[in-house]
């Protein structure tokens, strides 16, 4: 055996252990969003452009709604309304959620900020 060939097979062994490594932290993540939004008496769904058409967000509204738990839209970068691009059943599920509060901006973030906290409060009582 070579010492290329020798490298070689080391590197294989590397990275197919840390993608059994990575496997394992997404399962955990998984299990650690399942159980704390099943504790939760709200979701806050933090809204970006990327989150939006990413898997994540469709499995996590689908998780929210069938777990029965009220969800709280915030765009922390501006998204139209509803999201353009993301997942047929991603936009359905959000046409059903109130508007999001905008804290897209300093501004925004500034001005909106209490109708945030105010919402919040709201579904936490």
């Known amino acids: 055996m070579t010492p290329r060939s020798s490298t070689s097979r080391m590197a294989m062994r590397q ?3 840390q993608s059994t490594a990575d496997a394992a932290q997404v399962e955990n993540l998984q299990t650690h969003i399942h159980r704390n939004m099943k504790l939760s008496k709200v979701v806050v769904c933090c809204l970006t452009p990327k989150y939006v058409h990413c898997q994540n967000c469709e499995q996590d509204m689908l998780l929210a709604s069938s777990l ?48 945030f906290l105010d919402k919040l409060v709201r579904f936490m009582s």
Do not use: C, I
């Open 68 to 115: 029965g738990k009220p969800v709280l839209p915030v765009m922390l970068q501006f998204v139209t309304w509803p999201p353009e691009g993301a997942s047929e059943r991603v936009r359905k599920m959000m046409t059903h959620l109130p508007r999001p509060v905008d804290l897209s901006t300093d501004k925004l973030f500034k001005a909106n900020l209490p109708q």
């Open 15 to 17: 990275n197919k252990s």
